[in-house]
């Protein structure tokens, strides 16, 4: 008899977020109003040590607001590691800037300093650091780097939601940090996403302005459940506000984030750390090390298959009722952002393969996970 699917992400969902949500609809006020200020609000005292915060209708436009309100311009450039969705990139290139690809380190993935040295020139304004795999363990290097070199430091961090470094929000590290809340990320509501900033108030609140079509203080007017239709306009704005559904979800799962996903991702990933060392030596996990303490919530768990043998394994495992995926085709091989050659995204985007990890998984599917591995002949 065929095994169940092991699904390689899902979203988790139970009760709760579906009476909640059944709630906020008897409201039958749908668009933004106090949902998204309360999961505003839960956001700002989760990450603690008050963070400026705006949410929006997913990570991506929060990358491209982010950019857009530290005052980053056409012509300008911004080095971005090529193993990363091509959101990062599709973010940058909306907000008429201008991406570069930069190579990343072979054992975490992270973007690699060396390479993004090479490639500075006098119209770099920026550095996007992506938390691939929720890792950041050269942040530090990375933020000093921007210093140095008088640049932006942006953070994708739609992986790292609730990790933490030297007991900092990770979010602290850098000048904006983007969450993502889409459907299979550390949480969700349903799509969505939110900039936030320890340092540049102004920049969220214009981003504010920003997700709804750059009306100056419409934020606040309609969390007053109120409109106002004497406005002014400054900048070119966008569509890009959350609504009360996304935010209902939102404050469910970030109540469980606490309770029991973080706990759950940690308990799974510190299982297929422990079984992965007794599989076939073609398998190496990623491996970042931390000059302190990290608090890592793993969103994805991606191995490096050597020997060319990432596809065939792929194939075994799908043919097993097991997915996997694959994190990501660099993007400096996509044809909008083609430019030179990058040996390491390029190796990594051949061997890495991404094993299931959600929070509805079990233990005993790793063992399954493991075991099919096992079984892989070349
Ligand atoms: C999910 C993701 C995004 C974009 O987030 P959305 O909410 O889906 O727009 C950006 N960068 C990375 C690395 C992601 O995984």
Redesign the pocket.
């Known amino acids: 008899m065929a095994q169940p699917v092991i699904r390689l992400s899902k979203s988790t969902i139970s009760k709760e977020e579906i009476d909640a949500v059944s709630q906020t609809m008897a409201q039958e006020f749908l668009g933004m109003g106090q949902q998204v200020q309360m999961f505003e609000d839960d956001l700002v005292s989760f990450l603690g040590g008050e963070p400026s915060l705006c949410t929006s209708n ?6 491209q607001m982010g950019i857009q309100s530290l005052g980053l311009k056409p012509g300008d450039e911004i080095l971005i590691p090529s193993l ?2 091509v ?2 990139f599709q ?1 940058a290139s909306a907000a008429g800037v201008f991406p570069v690809p930069t190579d990343v380190e072979i054992n975490t993935g992270l973007i690699c300093l060396e390479s993004a040295k090479k490639l500075l020139t006098n119209k770099t304004k920026a550095l996007m650091y ?1 938390h ?1 795999a929720s890792e950041f363990s050269n942040i530090e290097e990375v933020q000093q780097f921007c210093q140095e070199n008088e640049l932006y430091l942006i953070a ?1 961090a ?2 790292s939601f609730g990790c933490t470094y030297q007991n900092k929000p990770i979010a602290q590290f850098a000048d904006i940090t983007c969450f ?3 459907g299979i ?1 550390n949480i969700t509501s349903a ?3 939110c900039l936030v900033s320890y340092k540049h108030t102004e920049a969220i609140e214009l981003a504010k302005d920003l997700r709804l079509l750059g009306v100056e203080k419409d934020t606040e007017k309609r969390y007053q459940g109120t409109r106002s239709w004497d406005f002014d306009v400054k900048h070119q704005g966008w569509r890009y506000h959350l609504s009360e559904i996304n935010a209902t979800i939102g404050r469910v799962q970030l109540k469980k984030f606490q309770s029991d996903f973080s706990k759950i991702r940690k308990n799974l990933v510190t299982h297929y750390n422990n079984r992965i060392k007794e599989v076939d030596s073609i398998i190496i996990p990623l491996s970042a090390e931390y000059k302190g303490k990290a608090e890592v919530t793993k ?1 994805i768990y991606p191995v490096r298959v050597l020997n060319g043998k990432r596809d065939q394994l792929k194939e075994h495992l799908e043919a097993n009722n097991i997915q996997s995926g694959v994190h990501y085709k660099p993007n400096h091989q996509l044809t909008k952002y083609k430019s030179q050659g990058l040996p390491n995204a390029e190796r990594l985007g051949s061997e890495l393969l991404t094993l299931p990890l959600h929070a509805d998984l079990l233990v005993s599917d790793i063992d399954r996970i493991i075991s099919t591995i096992n079984d892989f002949k070349d």
Do not use: C, I, P, W
């Open positions: 997913t990570g991506t436009s929060a990358l990363t969705y959101a990062s973010a992506v691939y994708d739609a992986h993502s809340f889409d990320k799509e969505g996403g969103h």
